[in-house]
């Protein structure tokens, strides 16, 4: 009777650690995760309209607008391979994104409810996450020079591949990417509290851990 997580919304502010636990999620129960940031850089590293657009804000730390966001969510819900379960890691981030989404969601998918997982760090922790971070270039695979360094510097573990450092990654555009969470995304958290499809998870404690209290969070959603 394998357990099923069904569409997972994950939130928190930048460096919480959405993308390490979407990763092991998606590695847990084979289902794919859908990373706003993942797709924006790609269309950034393969020099799109979308990228030339994205990558100016995003380097400042600022927000995309809306419309190009939930379009390209939009196109990539409509994928071969998002079925009954896939998580979203770093959207909804705006009020009008989740209006958006709780609207439309119904139409792509046919799939249970949302249930979404708020991660929760202090803010001096994510500033040493975001400098500390290094992410492989080709795998996408994410380390921290402090907290979980690759076992040869500068090389990721799993394919050899050079890691980089992201160039939003920088105190000041994190700074502002603090600024653009508090005022925008916030209220994101807040719409999903009201509901009674949310847990809060502890995102201090290490990756594994982190990692278990999400998964009790999910089978306690699902059996609502
Ligand atoms: P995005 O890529 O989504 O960045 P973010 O939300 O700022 O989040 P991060 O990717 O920085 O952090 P994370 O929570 O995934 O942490 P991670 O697991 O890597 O967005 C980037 C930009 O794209 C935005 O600023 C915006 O411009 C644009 N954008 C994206 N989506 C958008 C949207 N919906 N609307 C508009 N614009 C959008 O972990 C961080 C580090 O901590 C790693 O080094 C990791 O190894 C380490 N770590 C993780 N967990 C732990 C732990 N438990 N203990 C110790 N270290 C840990």
């Known amino acids: 009777n394998t357990f099923l997580p069904g569409p997972v919304l994950l939130l928190g502010a930048p460096g919480v650690g959405k993308g390490t ?26 020099g799109t309209e979308l990228g030339k ?11 995309v607008p809306d419309q190009v966001v ?14 009954a379960g896939y998580i979203l890691d770093g959207f909804p981030r705006t009020l009008a994104q989740a209006t958006w989404l709780d609207a439309h969601l119904p139409i792509f998918r046919e799939t249970p409810q949302l249930v979404a997982i708020n991660i929760r ?20 695979h994410i380390y921290n020079i402090y907290s979980h ?3 040869k510097p500068g090389i990721c573990d799993i394919d050899g591949s050079p890691l980089q450092h992201r160039s939003d990654d920088t105190e000041e555009a994190f700074a502002e990417r ?7 995304t916030s209220p994101v958290i807040e719409h999903y509290r009201a509901s009674n499809r949310f847990r809060a998870v502890d995102g201090e404690a ?13 089978k306690e959603l699902r059996q609502i």
Not at 21 to 46: C, H, V, W, Y
Not at 53 to 63: H, S, V, Y
Not at 178 to 184: F, G, R, T
């Open 53 to 63: 657009t994205a990558k100016g804000l995003m380097d400042r730390g600022q927000l």
């Open 149 to 151: 360094p690759p076992a």
């Open 206 to 218: 290490p990756v594994e851990q982190v990692a278990q209290s999400i998964v009790a969070a999910l």
């Open 121 to 140: 760090v202090d803010e001096d922790e994510l500033l040493r996450r975001i400098t500390g971070r290094r992410t492989c270039s080709v795998c996408k």
């Open 21 to 46: 636990q979407a990763q092991l999620l998606m590695a847990a129960f084979g289902i794919p995760q859908i990373s706003t940031g993942d797709i924006l850089r790609e269309n950034i590293a393969k």
């Open 178 to 184: 603090m600024k653009a969470y508090e005022s925008l």
């Open 70 to 83: 939930n379009d390209m969510v939009q196109a990539r819900l409509t994928g071969d391979d998002v079925h």
